[in-house]
């Protein structure tokens, strides 16, 4: 945090929505390039495939999950297995106790740096997605009307030319 901090990120809370360039106002600092989709990978909880809240990150394995999601699977009675047996949802490392998932303030601030308020985020990113996905279909549907009469123009300009072969011979 305290690197982070020194950059003065905090000051900087507004969503960066573009995501191909994460740039600081503050000139001194550097600009970093983040490829969207792996920051989208790692930000990513592997439990709920929501943006992490209250992040954990397990000192066995070091995925990061919810704090509540981690919470909820070490709940988790599962049949054959005895309930102080604990392990990683991800890649079933053996986690000792509920304290192995250890809580990752620094996470919290760089997700909150990247996309403001986490919920928010999520919110705006459903009404993208929607927004895209109508998009999509609108297109889908031009084209399937471009293949249909496309293909009208192909049957009539094949019989036309059975028509006009017909005639010849
Ligand atoms: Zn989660
Ligand atoms: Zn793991």
Redesign the pocket.
Known sequence: MGRLRKHGLEEHEEPINNGLLFRHQDQEVESVTVDLSQLNEETKCPICFGKIKKARV?I????RYCGDCIDHCMRLEIPGRRPEVR???????H?PSRRSAKEDPNFDFLLRALYGDVTEYEQQEEVVMQEELKQHQGALAQEMEHMRTTKAHQIAAAQAYRVTKKRRT
């Open positions: 397990s066995v394995c070091g995925h392990e990683c949802p991800v890649c079933r490392a986690m």
